[in-house]
């Protein structure tokens, strides 16, 4: 079973750019995370899709952070303009039992705003 | 702010030593969960618990989640160097849909 794939690995953008990030989650899970792990810290949670419904996005700085995932499958996180403290690991997560069940993470999207 | 708090921070113990990490939510959790993240790594899936003062262990990990289902702890008898990592807790906080990790205990194994 192939796991949750994301890309890019890594991206380096001076700041005011943007930056975009995919994640193609494991096939039929129907509830999508993306987290923010700033180094040294746990995962905080920016968004969580139920299909291609939002469930929450409380975290989600909506001035500059944008997340889609329109047909319930992949989706993409967005940052425009991006700030130095941006800088971070962007995880993206899949469960197949919404928030009762375990995350299955990929590999990360390591940001440098510069 | 962060409602799910762990600690120590950092603990850095000699290889066969025993290792505690405590998990504290200011909610009553659902269910709880632990991850474990190598350096260099994302998180990766250990164990969920359910139940009010469920005790499950793992080959050389006891983990256990409190009577009132606001408190954990993960223990790891006798360290081995490959028990090196972050140790998460993470769990949906009780009526409110959302999936919280804790702020994580940083395990070093000295051999």
């Known amino acids: 079973e192939a796991g949750v794939a994301q890309s890019p690995r890594y991206k380096i953008i001076e700041k005011r750019q943007s930056v975009a990030f995919w994640c193609n989650p494991i096939?039929?899970?129907?509830?999508l995370y993306w987290y923010q792990q700033i180094l040294g810290q746990g995962p905080k949670l920016l968004i969580q899709?139920?299909?291609?419904?939002?469930?929450?996005d409380s975290q989600l700085p909506k001035d500059r952070f944008s997340a889609e995932r329109l047909k319930g499958v992949d989706s993409t996180l967005k940052i425009q303009p991006a700030k130095l403290e941006d800088s971070a690991v962007y995880l993206c997560a899949s469960s197949s039992q919404g928030y009762t069940g375990e995350l299955f993470f990929g590999e990360g999207s390591r940001l440098t705003v510069l | 702010g962060q409602q799910v708090m762990q600690i120590p921070q950092y603990q850095h113990v000699q290889e066969g030593e025993d290792f505690t990490t405590y998990c504290n939510s200011s909610t009553t959790l659902s269910n709880i969960q632990w991850y474990k993240q190598r350096p260099g790594g994302h998180p990766v899936f250990l164990i969920q618990l359910v139940k009010s003062g469920e005790v499950k262990k793992q080959k050389r990990l006891t983990f256990q989640f409190g009577e009132a289902k606001k408190n954990s702890s993960l223990h790891i008898t006798a360290t081995q160097t490959t028990d090196v990592g972050t140790y998460f807790c993470a769990g949906p906080l009780y009526n409110f849909n959302k999936f919280y990790f804790g702020s994580g205990t940083k395990l070093n194994v000295k051999p």
């Open positions: 096939s039929g899970h129907a509830t």
């Open positions: 899709f139920q299909n291609n419904g939002v469930v929450d």
